[in-house]
């Protein structure tokens, strides 16, 4: 039977959540990972050391086991000043900048992205070599808002050129394009941008379970970012962005943003890889590329799957992932 | 008290469904409206001149008085042929065309769109003056069904030219601006489409209840329509596209198409019309556009709108209308 063993799979874009939701899907990502960049965008957000040690022990608490690292993330503020982030730096590997209000509990996120206003911060950043993560969306028409914020990914990468800025997310071929024009620009994507686009969400049926920000886009930006990704770009990584909420919150009169993949985003991969003959990148876009970029070594974890049926399950505690009750082509090995 | 008559309103693009759905349905039309156009695509869809009148004296049963006139249409194949139509024409007022699956219940739709195929009955229609009724989307992105669909409505306008072909719940700049280019090009409007663009659908949270093929566009679009319908530019005609669907069908993980406006359609147009100073444009967009149009003579009814706040309710039966508990700023004279 057809084997890949992945070495130290790293998830460089997660939501964990909190609280019962931690419980139930912490567990989920460890089994599968050797870690995971941990998203702030808690109610309310972290932005205090000690918020962010609480939440570190809670999610420690949550998985059991030292099987599994969480990279953990503050949420941006303008205000942190370089005595801060000396501080932080030790508790965290990079900080997650929302503008205000663009997506799920982001609404303590900034108002204004002007260089000075960010200045005393990303130079300290800059300095002390903590990355600084994007969720890049303008508040423009849902379709145009990655590519309007290209402009401020163009100046940040300007402005603050030893800074490493992710881009996170990435949904189109204008994001995709600054990764070979700005050496300081990195990206992540998730699993189900390789599958989506605007039709799956909305074509046909409409479906709740799809449904994230930044919305799927045109067949001509998936085709970049599998370009990306199936080609293990260096300067791209995979990051699940997988993004639990309860089903009454999904199929309701208001639909949450968020695709849940983490227990099956690396069966997923496999499939996706296998069938565009690149099986052979997959341990790069899982894994090495983030350690090269974010210069970090991961717990030793090897995780092997196999060509094998996977039913995916229907749901999971209350939270329905992407794939539900359908068949993935790879399996983990019992 | 600021008030409006509106004289005979037609609702020119009518779902009213069959069996439950139709005795919910039917009366909160019947209040409102002097007639509409009953769209044919029930389960089967409706073919023949007997399930046509069956459908109407279901309708007429439904409705329980004589104060409603449903035009009725057929679902259109390339088989009618003249004697048929011959047939046909005193029961029908027009024939609706719907591209093979692109929508509700028009899996029976046709395949091919070439004018050598239809050509048999649309020249018959064109002589016994059937108006032909558009479902106009391609089966591409589906931001782009309509517009790439703009070529087939020039063939068909150029290819007959005596037949009046009516645009049906146009979306895009694109169909808005081939009514000045093409005599007998027709369009009805939605309400929906006049107050949504993309963003209100999946912008920020997913909203079900809004979703409705042709998928709301863009704001450049939604400006066209508005020019449109506030002018009553006189080739359009308001048809609601009201499409009702069970809450169980709308709020799940697979939610269809559809936004249920019937009963509160002549509110909402009273307040957008009032918005934008004309008012007294709302008589011609809803009534004589379309009298003119069709060449018909309505049932006489009258409906007195005032400026007064209406609470829309939060459903009717298990539908959930459009504005579903939110305050309109005008309401029926009671």
Not at 83 to 99: G, Q, S
Not at 179 to 200: E, Q, R, S, V
Request: glycine share 4%; net charge positive.
């Amino acid at each position: 039977m057809k084997k890949i063993t992945i070495k130290n799979p790293l998830d460089m874009h997660l939501h964990l959540r909190d609280e019962q939701m931690l419980k139930v899907v912490a567990p989920l990502s460890s089994q599968n990972f050797s870690g995971a960049i941990i998203m702030p965008n808690l109610v309310p957000p972290v932005t205090s050391i000690k918020e962010l040690k609480n939440y570190k022990n809670r999610i420690k608490k949550a998985i059991g086991d030292d099987n599994f690292k969480p990279y953990m993330t503050l949420f941006f503020k303008d205000s942190y000043d370089y005595k801060f982030l000396k501080k932080a730096k030790k508790h965290i590997t990079a900080i997650k900048l929302y503008p205000a209000g663009i997506t799920t509990n982001s609404e303590g996120g900034v108002d204004n992205l002007d260089v000075e206003s960010l200045k005393m911060t990303l130079d300290a950043m800059s300095e002390l070599k903590i990355p600084l993560l994007v969720h890049g969306e303008s508040d423009g028409f849902v379709m145009d808002r990655e590519s309007e914020f290209a402009v401020v990914y163009e100046t940040l990468a300007v402005s603050f050129p030893k800074l490493k800025i992710v881009m996170e997310h990435i949904t189109t071929k204008t994001s995709a394009d600054l990764l070979d024009k700005f050496p300081n620009l990195y990206a992540t994507i998730t699993l189900h941008h390789l599958y989506l686009i605007l039709d799956d969400v909305a074509g046909g049926m409409l479906k709740p379970h799809l449904f994230c920000k930044p919305i799927a886009k045109r067949y001509e930006d998936r085709d970049a970012l599998l370009n990306l990704a199936l080609n293990a770009h260096p300067k791209v990584m995979f990051g699940s962005d997988s993004a639990p909420h309860p089903v009454d919150k999904k199929e309701s009169c208001g639909c949450a943003a968020g695709v849940f993949t983490a227990p099956i985003a690396l069966q997923a991969l496999a499939q996706l890889f296998e069938q565009n003959k690149k099986l052979k990148n997959l341990q790069k876009f899982v894994s090495d590329n983030a350690i090269h970029i974010y210069e970090i070594k991961p717990r030793k974890k090897e995780i092997t799957l196999v060509k094998k049926d996977y039913k995916v399950p229907s749901s999971y505690g209350d939270v329905v992932p992407m794939f539900a009750g359908e068949s993935l082509s790879w399996s983990l090995e019992e």
